[in-house]
């Protein structure tokens, strides 16, 4: 009964969206508060109904509801009750669910948040959101129903693909979703802004909060998804590259200029016309993200070509919202006032180069993943644009940029001095240069990259550091006043320092894998196998069972140039209702890296292919992420208004505190 | 009829939820009406804080200042041009447009949309049944683990391996299932029926296709009884997936002449034969009125209309499924098992008899 | 500087980013490129030894040995034609004998192939594109519900 009252939940959001469209724009455009004001109260009743929908979907699944046909595709009655939640959205028709589920909440929250948003806003806003609800809904209740029923009912369901049988794949899609459909509320916001054709600092300070919630939870989505391949995958790597990973990034890229552009505007009242645009090719980036993922055209070309409905369906929502932001772009923008001036040499100027090169990495990447599948559709010719490409194109655009970042962080608003802000980072250079000198001579004739890397890093956590140090503290002041001083920031700078540092502990993290060993052997009981100082030994191999799934898990000690670290436990599982095999690779952190131990086949003669690697500092790559994450959820909490103020040339270099 | 109680309540809570808003004069606030000037208001109030707790300097807090007022007295000269209009009688009409709007989209298209794709009549199986369900589920995969665990401590153990392998099979883990027959054939030493049903397995593993390891399993079987019908039939097939008709056609003869009378296979090996364009003898080979494929396709039709009009067992219900696939029409085999599953939906052991039917036919497309 | 003279200054700025770029992405694009072919490609196309490509197919029944060392040889068919792989390394979990597999390397000769990465299916509703394409053109693909293990 619930799943019947669900789907028509689901059916009566639909008909509330339709609503939430219509009403307050033309209310909006009549300027009629009471037409408006339908508005948030049917953005909350459309959060009640799709989140009733989504309960009762979760409520099959707990109960293991075997006549729907999601339920029985996806989940089975062994499974854990975790797993059984997280099956719910690890699906297509489930995560769409969760897609629209996130879509109602933030307009909810939008629709709540009735005295900070002016009110013309909030109604065009509304009304743009609701037209992506109403088009998801369509797409989920024509194409992809998660409520079909199935008569007679199974008697057993086919179990959650084992891959994603994983707190890391439970929380994943929830994290990632957010990030890519909080864009979604700067999209409608930038629509808003067009639709009115007024857009001021009111505006920036208004979206800001959004997409720095939306650019933090996909930062954690990105780390956890790439950690979960990590150690999921069993190849030791933890970003390969893929068309899906990408389709990740290209947004994030896109936000990450997004959130500096918006800075820009809401404290200079510049780069309007830019920054509407980014909101713009930020959603439409998470739409191609979403359609990449969702529609099977990764999986082939011709396979979406053969089962059009559910790829022509999104494919049609892409263009629908891409063009017809667009084109409102290309209809309003030149409207738009132009707003203050900044010299080429400011943050402000800083801040653009940031966009230029984030924006280019961004195209590269949209490139690298688009292309083969353009080349295919044209000539039928099928290539992979894999890691070379990506290291060629990707990297020098991201170096320069991370080269000018404590540069940027350090000018001044309006107009800013090259040279003094040379002066102000001196000791950062010293530092960070002694820093790769000490690697080379430490690791001589190790790899090249690595120091440098790890030298970029050093430059980049002690560059944003400096920024607090030179705001506080000055020759003569007393540690106690300085601290204070520090302590009374503002919190955004605090965020920016803190996820600016989190961007060099990645950096270094990344740096690090050249100094990655590794070794393959097949071992027998009792045999050892190496990879640089670190070695393991193979104890025994262990059966167990499980409820759904049998598994031979191989027990190592761990060895460092002989002393014994401890033991891990690397298994190779068997997922019997699909039959499956996945590799659990075994882990053991050793400070901030890790031994990674994988298995292969075990042989007739009881041997077992391993390979073992030693990755020194691979969690800083993480640590970094969540860093940057954490500094986006700190500049969240700043509620002060702020305004770029310039700093005059003459002031002391001592005493020039750029004021925020 | 109760779901559609509840389903017309939540489409009145939805409309109510737009009429509402619609119905009520409500005082907008200052901040709602006029927000721009606010923000800018409170900006410069900012920065004069920022000022006296010394984070700004004098000279920095002015500039700063001087920008906010400008924006301030710009924000102020535009709000003037667009007031809000709530009342007077065009107002009135919006609302009462918005309203019908409301009261006529909300419904059509919820119920237009569930009543295409929803499936109202279908209610809930009763709780217990699926309490009990799972129950089962558990109790074999209990049953399981526990022989698995005592397998592992006991690999040697012939007989566990021998109980648990058509177990596997049931559960569909065919390849499991032939491990364990082939663990036990080891330790429990070769036995005719121990072979078969290894080499059947074997069979099924690769759906239907007789290998040359399965060959050599049925070859030991014979070898061991001459009469060994179920190893005897495979490799008759074995012969014909060989493309040898003439061997696969003498063998299944042979297997027909030297089997009992009404024995099971015994259609399963007349259909192969008929398949191979071999003509039923007519008449002779004993007094027993042999059985054309005419009449079997009568008995079949009319266990069906008895099955149809007063219902059966499941038993009955299986019989049909296999002869249907016998006669070589899958089409209306599947037909039969979706149809058995839904008469049979309260059994549950007629069920699993269904689903072990449909297994052992390879009916999986009809199986969920 | 005029306002002029500060857009000139951003144009010119962006306009050299975006040269870079597409500098960086053509010059990647001829050399980073990996063509995708199957065993009967490379013997229409005629491709020369040492060529790096990717290699599709189905793993031929019987012919994976192992030995010493992770050693790995199997041959990769497709309907026409057959290759002989060498690998080193750990499998992936779905390796198997009649698997759509994809193995990235460089051509030894005319029929041997020197692997540096194998992928197999990733799970059931991933097929690497080009094997699927491939099989399916040959008439091999057996379609998402075969190729799903058994399932109750």
Known sequence: ?660 | MVIWIILLLMTAAAVMAVLWPLSRHRGFTAQQLDPDTQFYREQIAEIERDRERGALLDSEAEAAKAEAGRRLLRATGMTAADAFVALGEPALRRRRAASTLALSMIPIIALALYGAYGSPHFMARPPERQAQQQGGNFDLMTAVSQIEAHLAQNPQDGRGWEVVAPVYFRMGRVDDAVKAYETAVRYLGPSTERLSNYGETMVLAKDGLVSAEAQAVFEQAVKLDGQAFKARYYLAVAAEQDGKADKAKQAYAELLASSPEGAPWAGAVKQRLASLGVEQPVAGQGDAPQIGAEDIARMVSGLAERLESQGGSPEEWARLIRSYTVLGQRDKAVATAARARQVLAQDNAGLKTIDAMTRELKLTDAAP | ?152
């Open chain 1, 1 to 660: 009964m619930i799943v019947e009252a669900g789907h028509f939940a689901l059916a009566l959001a639909l008909g509330l969206s339709l609503i939430q469209f219509i009403v307050p724009l033309w209310g909006a455009r009549a300027n009629d508060p009471v037409l408006m004001s339908v508005g948030p109260v049917t953005g909350l009743a459309v959060f009640v109904c799709i989140a009733f929908s989504f309960l009762a979907l979760t409520v099959a699944y707990v109960t293991s509801d075997f006549s729907v046909v999601n339920v029985v595709e996806n989940s089975h009655s062994a499974k854990p009750l975790i797993y059984k939640i997280s099956g719910v959205w690890g699906n297509h028709e489930g995560s769409m669910l969760l897609w629209v589920l996130i879509l109602a909440l933030f307009g909810s929250v939008v629709a709540l948040a009735k005295d900070s948003i002016p009110m013309r806003l909030q109604a065009n806003t509304l009304a743009v959101q609701a037209a992506i609800t109403i088009a998801f809904l369509l797409f989920i209740l024509l194409t992809s129903n998660p409520f079909t029923r199935l008569i007679p009912a199974a008697a057993e369901g086919q179990d959650l693909n084992p891959l994603l049988q994983d707190p890391g794949l439970a929380i994943h899609p929830p994290l990632l979703y957010i990030g890519y459909v909080g864009f979604s509320i700067s999209f409608a916001f930038a629509c808003a802004a067009l639709i009115d054709g007024r857009i001021d600092a009111v505006w920036a300070r208004i979206v800001r909060p959004w997409t720095l919630g939306a650019w933090a939870f996909l930062t954690l989505g990105i780390a956890m998804g790439s950690y979960w391949a990590y150690y999921e995958l069993g190849w030791g790597g933890w970003w390969f590259w893929d068309p899906v990973e990408n389709a990740s990034l290209m947004p994030w890229l896109a936000g990450t200029a997004l959130l500096h552009s918006t800075v820009v505007m809401e404290k200079r009242d510049a780069l309007k016309v830019w920054t509407i645009l980014l909101a713009i090719l930020t959603f439409s980036l998470s739409l191609l993200g979403t359609f990449l993922v969702r529609s099977g055209v990764l999986t082939s070309v011709h396979s979406f070509a053969v089962d059009p409905e559910r790829g022509t369906f999104i494919l049609g929502i892409l263009i629908l919202f891409i063009g017809g932001s667009l084109a409102l772009f290309a209809w309003r923008a030149p409207m738009l006032k132009q707003g203050g001036l900044f010299a080429p040499v400011s943050r402000e100027g800083a801040l653009v180069v940031n966009n230029l090169f984030l924006a280019t990495a961004c195209a590269t990447v949209l490139i690298g993943t688009l292309y083969p599948l353009a080349l295919e559709v044209v000539t039928g010719e099928k290539i992979s644009v894999g890691e070379p490409f990506f290291n060629l194109t990707f990297i020098p655009l991201i170096l320069p940029l991370l080269l000018l970042l404590p540069f940027g962080q350090t000018l001044a608003w309006k107009r800013g001095n090259f040279l003094g802000t040379a002066q102000r980072l001196y000791a950062v250079f010293g530092i960070s240069l002694l820093a790769t000198i000490a690697m080379f001579a430490f690791e001589y004739g190790g790899p090249v990259a690595a120091p440098l890397g790890i030298g970029l890093g050093v430059y980049l956590i002690l560059g944003s550091l400096n920024e607090i140090v030179t705001r506080s503290w000055a020759k003569g002041t007393p540690l106690s006043v300085a601290w204070r001083k520090a302590a009374n920031l503002p919190r955004s700078t605090w965020g920016t320092v803190i996820a600016h540092a989190g961007v060099g502990l990645t950096v270094i993290g990344i740096a690090a894998t050249a100094w990655g060993v590794e070794g393959l052997a097949t071992v027998k009981l009792g045999e050892r196998i190496k990879a640089g100082d670190y070695e393991a030994r193979l104890e025994r191999v262990v059966p167990r069972t499980e409820a759904n799934y049998r598994e031979d898990a191989a027990v190592f000690t761990i060895y460092r140039q002989g002393h014994e670290l401890g033991t891990l436990e690397s298994m190779k599982r068997l997922y019997v209702t699909r039959g499956m095999p996945t590799t659990e690779a075994g882990i053991m952190t050793v400070g901030l890296g890790q031994v990674y131990v994988s298995l292969g086949e075990v042989q007739n003669d009881g041997s077992v292919g391993v390979r073992i690697y030693y990755k020194p500092l691979v969690l800083l790559i993480w640590i970094g992420s969540v860093v940057m994450a954490l500094g986006g959820g700190i500049s969240l909490t700043d509620r002060r208004l702020r305004i770029g103020a310039p700093v005059r040339a003459k002031i002391p270099a001592a005493a020039a505190v750029p004021a925020e």
């Open chain 3, 1 to 152: 500087m005029t306002r002029k003279q500060r857009r000139l200054t951003l144009i010119g700025f962006a306009g050299g980013v975006l040269a870079l770029a597409l500098g960086l992405v053509l010059y990647a694009m001829n050399d980073t490129i990996v063509f995708f072919n199957s065993p009967a490609d490379i013997q229409a196309k005629n491709v020369q030894p040492g060529t790096r490509l990717r290699l599709g197919g189905l793993v031929k029944e019987g012919t994976v040995q192992r030995g010493a060392d992770q050693q790995i040889r199997f041959e990769v068919m497709d309907a026409q034609a057959t290759m002989q792989v060498h690998y080193k390394g750990l499998l992936p979990d779905l390796f198997r004998e009649g698997q759509g597999i994809v193995a990235e390397g460089v051509l030894e000769s005319a029929t041997v192939f020197r692997a540096d990465s194998v992928l197999a299916k990733h799970d059931e509703n991933y097929m690497p594109r080009e094997v699927a394409d491939t099989l399916k053109k040959q008439g091999h693909w057996m379609g998402e519900a075969n190729a799903a293990p058994k399932t109750q």
